[in-house]
């Protein structure tokens, strides 16, 4: 089960966002060959991932940045893009575009961190841009907790699309993420659980400042919790379509 699009239309262009999703590919691109030379791959990730033992010694503090923009494969970067589309042009929107850039920078930084407190002496490097992410999920929690979301759910062979409220899909991604964080060792690699769920409550706390000047509670009741314009409506379809 996983999201594909949501019927929450931006405004205006969502340059920042594009701009983002078209920077992750194109740094990806620039490594992909690493991949078949175990030795040159690890050189390139000890560089520029983010391996927290590292860092607290005083040495690669630039990684928190670039690490935002490596991913470990295509379905890293294929799941971490679309998220991004799905999320961020909305969350651009309300905050503008170079606020919207310094708060995913932000977030992105602030997941390393959680994930450095919670693994010190780690020396996996850590990639990906699932943190800062995770921050525009929160910020679309606090925004639009009503909007609605498509997800397409997939059990064996059958294959079906329903819409659900945004905060039960990032609730229930929250809970999957802070769960996975208690029951898994953040020194021994694999999903970094706890950088995915600092990043989405950073993501809410540094938009609280926007939600307040919108109206805070007030502007939820103006809305209940749904955008602040009519909603896309997209044809009746088994296959997904991710339209604007």
């Given at each position: 089960?996983?999201?594909?699009?949501?019927?929450?239309?931006?405004?205006?262009?969502?340059?920042?966002?594009?701009?983002?999703?078209?920077?992750?590919?194109?740094?990806?691109?620039?490594?992909?060959?690493?991949?078949?030379?175990?030795?040159?791959?690890?050189?390139?990730?000890?560089?520029?991932?983010?391996?927290?033992?590292?860092?607290?010694?005083?040495?690669?503090?630039?990684t928190l940045v670039t690490s935002m923009f490596l991913h470990g494969g295509w379905l890293h970067l294929g799941g971490?893009?679309?998220?991004?589309?799905?999320?961020?042009?909305?969350?651009?929107?309300?905050?503008?575009?170079?606020?919207?850039?310094?708060?995913?920078?932000?977030?992105?930084?602030?997941?390393?961190?959680?994930?450095?407190?919670?693994?010190?002496?780690?020396?996996?490097?850590?990639?990906?841009?699932?943190?800062?992410?995770?921050g525009v999920m929160g910020a679309y929690l606090l925004l639009f907790p009503k909007a609605r979301i498509d997800i397409?759910?997939?059990?064996?062979?059958?294959?079906?699309?329903?819409?659900?409220?945004?905060?039960?899909?990032l609730a229930l991604w929250f809970g999957m993420q802070f769960i996975g964080g208690v029951g898994s060792d953040p020194?021994?690699?694999?999903?970094?659980?706890?950088?995915?769920?600092?990043?989405?409550?950073?993501?809410?706390?540094?938009?609280?400042?926007?939600?307040?000047?919108?109206?805070?509670?007030?502007?939820?009741?103006?809305?209940?919790?749904?955008?602040?314009?009519?909603?896309?409506?997209?044809?009746?379809?088994?296959?997904?379509?991710?339209?604007?």
């Amino acid at each position: 089960m996983f999201p594909i699009r949501d019927h929450n239309p931006s405004g205006r262009t969502p340059y920042v966002t594009y701009a983002l999703m078209a920077i992750n590919v194109v740094v990806f691109l620039s490594y992909v060959g690493l991949f078949a030379d175990d030795r040159a791959l690890n050189r390139f990730f000890f560089d520029y991932a983010a391996i927290p033992a590292r860092i607290l010694s005083g040495d690669g503090f630039s990684t928190l940045v670039t690490s935002m923009f490596l991913h470990g494969g295509w379905l890293h970067l294929g799941g971490n893009m679309l998220f991004l589309y799905i999320f961020g042009d909305n969350v651009e929107d309300e905050m503008g575009h170079a606020p919207f850039l310094g708060f995913y920078l932000a977030t992105g930084v602030a997941a390393s961190a959680i994930h450095i407190l919670s693994a010190p002496g780690s020396v996996v490097p850590v990639v990906g841009a699932s943190g800062a992410i995770a921050g525009v999920m929160g910020a679309y929690l606090l925004l639009f907790p009503k909007a609605r979301i498509d997800i397409l759910l997939i059990l064996i062979i059958i294959f079906r699309i329903f819409p659900i409220p945004a905060w039960i899909m990032l609730a229930l991604w929250f809970g999957m993420q802070f769960i996975g964080g208690v029951g898994s060792d953040p020194n021994a690699g694999g999903v970094a659980y706890w950088a995915h769920a600092g990043g989405f409550v950073a993501g809410v706390i540094l938009t609280v400042p926007l939600w307040l000047r919108l109206g805070g509670p007030a502007f939820w009741r103006r809305t209940d919790g749904h955008p602040p314009h009519p909603q896309a409506r997209y044809a009746s379809s088994r296959i997904p379509k991710v339209r604007r």
